[in-house]
C-alpha cells in the first residue's frame, strides 16, 4: 500500500464528492417543473435504494450469507423515523420544514431510526446467524413478515401516530413526509446522507473487518483457524447492515407522506421487497459497493420506465402484458446480466475514478482479444 | 542426554467418540519447545481427528489437553489459536478469492488495535497499524518467498504455493505450536524439497514445536526428531525414527499380518 497514491486516491475523491453536492445543491434550488416533479421523487428514491443495496451487499457479497428480511429492518426505520418526528411535530419542536429545528427533528429522527434498526438487527443476528444457507435464508424471510405483521398490530401505533387510533396497517400522518416541493428543496439533503452511508460502509470494507468477513464467506473453517471469532464478525456485520437498512427506512419516510406496512411486505411486486434488493445486489456484483450503486440506479431506472415510458403502450399487445409483471421483466434482466456477466456487472471489483482514463485503451483491448479468439 | 527443553503440548488420556465410534481414544503426547515430532498411522487411523482435537474444531469426550501449564480443551477454535496453536489442513483451506497479502493479513487480526471507530474515520491509529501489518505480512511471504506474488489472487496460486502459503497464514499467528497436516501431499519431488527447506527455516526462524501428519515416509524419517505411530485411534509406538521402522506393530497396522 503506497500512500502517497492513497492521499491523492482521497483527494480526487472528495474532490468529485464535492462537485456532486454542488451539483445537487444548485439543482435543489432551481425552479422547474420537470426537476420537481420527475427529477426529485426519482433522486430520492434512488437515494434508499443504493444504501439498502449497498448495505445488504455486506451482509450478501462481504460476508456470504444469503437474507431474504432486509426490508423488515427497513420498515423498522420507517416507522421510527416517521412516529418520532410526528411526536416532535405535534408538541410543537417544528412547525416549517425550512428550519433550524427540523433539521434538528431529522438528525433525530435518522439517528432513532438506525439505532432501533441495529437493536433489532442484534436480536435477530444471534440466533439467526447460528444457521447457514437456506436456513437462514428461510429464518430472515420470515422475519421480514413477522415484522410486517408485528408493526401492524402495535396497539400504540395507529394510523395517526402513536397512541393515535387503533392499531392498523398505514400511518396517515408522518412528521418528516415532504411535498413535491420540499422533495427538491432538500435532494442535496438525500443526497449527502448516501455519501455518508457509502463512505461509512466502504471503509468498513476496506479495513480489517472487511478482511474478516471475506475471510468468512471463503472459508469459516479457516478463519477460526486463524484466531478469529466467526459469530462476533457474522452479528457485528449483519448489524452494521441492519443500522443502514434502518437509515435507508427513515430516507423513505421523507419521500412518502403516508406510510404503508404492505409496501415491505414480501408479497408485494412492487422494489421494495426484500428479494428485489437481493436481485440488485446479484446484478450489480457480490462484493463490488460501486457495483451496488449502479445496479440500484439501474434497477431503479428498469422499474421506472417500465411503469411510465410510454414505449410500454406503444409495444404490441403481448409484451405490453409482460410489463404488467414487473417482477418478471426484473428476473429477465436478471438472467441477462448474469448471461453476459455471470459475476454481476462489476463482479467484486470495484468503479474508481482513477480507472476511468484506461477505459478507452481496456475496451480497445477487450474487442481485440475477443477478435484474436474467434480467428484462432 | 537429558531433554531440558520445556514442554509446550501435552494431552492426557485424549479421546473423541462419534456416534458408537471411538475415533482418537488414550492419545497421550507431550512436545517440548522446538521440537519436531510425526505423527503417523495409515489413513483413518484418527490423525487428523487429533488435529481437531487439538485445535478446539471437536470438543474432546474424555482427557485434556495442556498448552503450557494453561488447559486450552473445552475452548472455542478461535480462542485455542489465539492461545498459540495453529494449523493447516489436508485439503488446503485458503481464502480464494482473496490476496495472498490478505490471506495473512486475516491471520493478524488478533493483533490489531483499531476498532471500529478508527476504522470508519481513518484515524492515525489505523494508517500506523495497517502499515505494519503490511510490513510484517511481507517479512513473512518473503521468508517462503511469495513476496512477488503478494497481490496474486490466492486461487490462482500453483499447488505447492498454496500450500506454502497455508503455512505462512499459521505461521501470522505468532503461535508456539504449529500442527501441519500432510503438507507434502500431492507434491512432487521439487515441491517437497522446497518444503523441507521451508520447515527447515521456520525451526530456525520461529523456534516453534511443529506437529507434523505426513505419509511421505522418507520425509518423516528425514526430519523427525520422534515418531508416534497410530493405528484404528490407539497409540501403537512412540520413539525415534529408527526404533519406528524397525517395530514389528508398525509394520504390521501399514502393512497387514
Ligand atoms: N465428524 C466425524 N463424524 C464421524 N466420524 C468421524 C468424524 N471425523 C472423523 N471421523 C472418523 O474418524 C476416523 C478417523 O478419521 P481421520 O480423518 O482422523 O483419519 P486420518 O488418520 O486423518 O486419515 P487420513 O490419513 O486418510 O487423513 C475415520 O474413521 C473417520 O470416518
Ligand atoms: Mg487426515
Redo the contacts between chains.
Keep these: 500500500m503506497k500512500k502517497e497514491n492513497t492521499a491523492f486516491r482521497y483527494l480526487i475523491n472528495l474532490v468529485a464528492i464535492i462537485i456532486l453536492m454542488v451539483v445537487f445543491v444548485v439543482l435543489s434550488f432551481h425552479s422547474n417543473n420537470t426537476l420537481k416533479l420527475k427529477v426529485a421523487p426519482a433522486v430520492w428514491q434512488c437515494c434508499y435504494l443504493i444504501i439498502m443495496a449497498a448495505s445488504l451487499n455486506l451482509v450478501l457479497g462481504y460476508l456470504g450469507q444469503l437474507s431474504l428480511g432486509h426490508c423488515g429492518f427497513m420498515a423498522v426505520g420507517a416507522y421510527t423515523s416517521a412516529l418520532i418526528s410526528l411526536a416532535l411535530q405535534r408538541a410543537g419542536f417544528y412547525t416549517e420544514k425550512n428550519s433550524i429545528q427540523f433539521a434538528i427533528t431529522l438528525i433525530i429522527s435518522i439517528v432513532a431510526a438506525a439505532v432501533v434498526a441495529a437493536l433489532i438487527g442484534v436480536i435477530v443476528g444471534i440466533p439467526a446467524l447460528r444457521l447457514k444457507g437456506d436456513y437462514l435464508a428461510i429464518i430472515t424471510l420470515g422475519f421480514g413478515m413477522i415484522i410486517v405483521n408485528l408493526i401492524n398490530n402495535i396497539p400504540f401505533c395507529g394510523q395517526q401516530g402513536l397512541a393515535e387510533g387503533a392499531a392498523s396497517s398505514a400511518l396517515y400522518a408522518n412528521g418528516l413526509g415532504f411535498t413535491n416541493d420540499e422533495k427538491q428543496s432538500f435532494m442535496w439533503v438525500g443526497v449527502l446522507i448516501v455519501v455518508l452511508c457509502m463512505t461509512t460502509m466502504v471503509m468498513f470494507v476496506r479495513s480489517k473487518f472487511g478482511r474478516v468477513i471475506r475471510a468468512i464467506r471463503d472459508n469459516e473453517i479457516a478463519t477460526s483457524a486463524t484466531g478469529n471469532d466467526i459469530s462476533y464478525y457474522k452479528i457485528l456485520t449483519f448489524v452494521f447492515s441492519a443500522f443502514f437498512a434502518g437509515i435507508a427506512g427513515a430516507l423513505y419516510s421523507c419521500a412518502n407522506v403516508s406510510l404503508a406496512t404492505t409496501s415491505f411486505a414480501f408479497t408485494n411486486g412492487s422494489i421494495l421487497n426484500s428479494v428485489f434488493i437481493v436481485v440488485t445486489v446479484v446484478v450489480g456484483g457480490m462484493g463490488s459497493m460501486t457495483g451496488s450503486v449502479i445496479a440500484a440506479i439501474g434497477m431503479f431506472l428498469l422499474n421506472y420506465t417500465i411503469k411510465n415510458g410510454s414505449w410500454v403502450n406503444a409495444l404490441p399487445e403481448f409484451l405490453k402484458n409482460v410489463f404488467t409483471y414487473p417482477m418478471l421483466v426484473y428476473s429477465i434482466a436478471l438472467v441477462i446480466v448474469i448471461l453476459f456477466r455471470p459475476k454481476g456487472i462489476m463482479g467484486d471489483k470495484e468503479l474508481s475514478l482513477f480507472d476511468i482514463p484506461g477505459y478507452p485503451k481496456r475496451i480497445a483491448s477487450y474487442f481485440k482479444n475477443k477478435k484474436a479468439a474467434k480467428e484462432v | 542426554m537429558e531433554d531440558t527443553r520445556k514442554t509446550v503440548l501435552r494431552t492426557q488420556h485424549l479421546g473423541i467418540t462419534f456416534g458408537g465410534l471411538k475415533a482418537v481414544s488414550d492419545f497421550n503426547i507431550e512436545i517440548k519447545e522446538g521440537e519436531l515430532v510425526g505423527l503417523i498411522g495409515p489413513n483413518g487411523a484418527g490423525k487428523t481427528t487429533v488435529f481437531n482435537l487439538l485445535?478446539g474444531?471437536y470438543k474432546p469426550t474424555e482427557g485434556a489437553i495442556f498448552l503450557y501449564d494453561e488447559k486450552i480443551s473445552g475452548k472455542?477454535?478461535?480462542q485455542v489459536?489465539?492461545a498459540g496453536i495453529?494449523?493447516t489442513?489436508q485439503n488446503i483451506?485458503?481464502?480464494?478469492?482473496?490476496t495472498v497479502i490478505?490471506?495473512v493479513?486475516?491471520?493478524f487480526?488478533?493483533d490489531?488495535k483499531?476498532g471500529?471507530f478508527s476504522?470508519?474515520?481513518?484515524t492515525p491509529a489505523?494508517?500506523k497499524t495497517?502499515?505494519e501489518l503490511?510490513e510484517k505480512a511481507m517479512e513473512l511471504l518473503k521468508i517462503f518467498s511469495l513476496d512477488d506474488k503478494a497481490d496474486v489472487v490466492a486461487s490462482n496460486l500453483p499447488y505447492g504455493e498454496q500450500r506454502k502459503l497455508e503455512i505462512a497464514?499459521?505461521l501470522?499467528?505468532n503461535m508456539k505450536v504449529l500442527l501441519l497436516d500432510e503438507p507434502a501431499a500431492g507434491m512432487n519431488p521439487t515441491e517437497t524439497a522446497d518444503l523441507l527447506k521451508c520447515i527447515k527455516v521456520i525451526r530456525e526462524k520461529f523456534k516453534v514445536a511443529i506437529l507434523l501428519i505426513e505419509h511421505d515416509m522418507s520425509l518423516v524419517m528425514n526430519v523427525c526428531e520422534r515418531i508416534q505411530v497410530i493405528s484404528f485411534g490407539q497409540t501403537i509406538a512412540a520413539g525415534l525414527p529408527e526404533e519406528i521402522a524397525n517395530n514389528q506393530q508398525v509394520i504390521e497396522a501399514y502393512l497387514g499380518k
Design positions: 485445535t474444531v472455542k477454535s478461535h489459536v489465539q495453529a494449523r489442513f483451506r485458503l481464502f480464494h478469492q482473496m490478505e490471506n493479513l486475516v491471520a487480526t488478533k490489531v483499531y471500529l476504522a470508519i474515520f481513518r489505523f494508517w495497517e502499515k503490511h497464514r499459521a501470522a499467528t
